[in-house]
């Protein structure tokens, strides 16, 4: 884990939105694509010098010498989740990519 820095910071929030629906719908399923969303993340904030302060459930926290580098790891992690083998699940009764649902949530954001 990188050293939190000091001074000026920049922090950066991460959430899977829909999780609480997502674990409905995937049931035991879910523990399994939230450690990958996990790995994807913590690759994401270690490439660009992120400081993991802490995670809360599906949540990460972290810490950044500069804002620059916190919008690079966010956009890698969007890149890195868009890009991502999710399996496929039922959602509401019909099928549900989650790489199509993750990249609509991608290009909300760059």
């Not at 996990?38 to 804002?67: W, Y």
């Not at 580098?69 to 699940?89: C, D, K």
């Amino acid at each position: 884990m990188a050293e939190l820095p000091t001074g000026t910071v920049t922090f950066l929030f991460t959430d899977i939105e829909g999780s609480t629906q997502l674990l409905r719908d995937l049931g035991e399923g879910y523990a399994s694509v939230w450690k990958e969303h996990q790995l994807i993340i913590r690759e994401a904030l270690a490439a660009d010098g992120g400081a993991e302060v802490g995670t809360e459930g599906d949540s990460f926290f972290a810490a950044f010498s500069s804002a620059p580098g916190a919008i690079r790891a966010a956009v890698a992690a969007q890149r890195g989740l868009a890009a991502h083998a999710w399996l496929r699940a039922p959602r509401f009764g019909s099928e549900w990519d989650f790489t199509q649902e993750t990249a609509s949530s991608a290009d909300r954001i760059m």
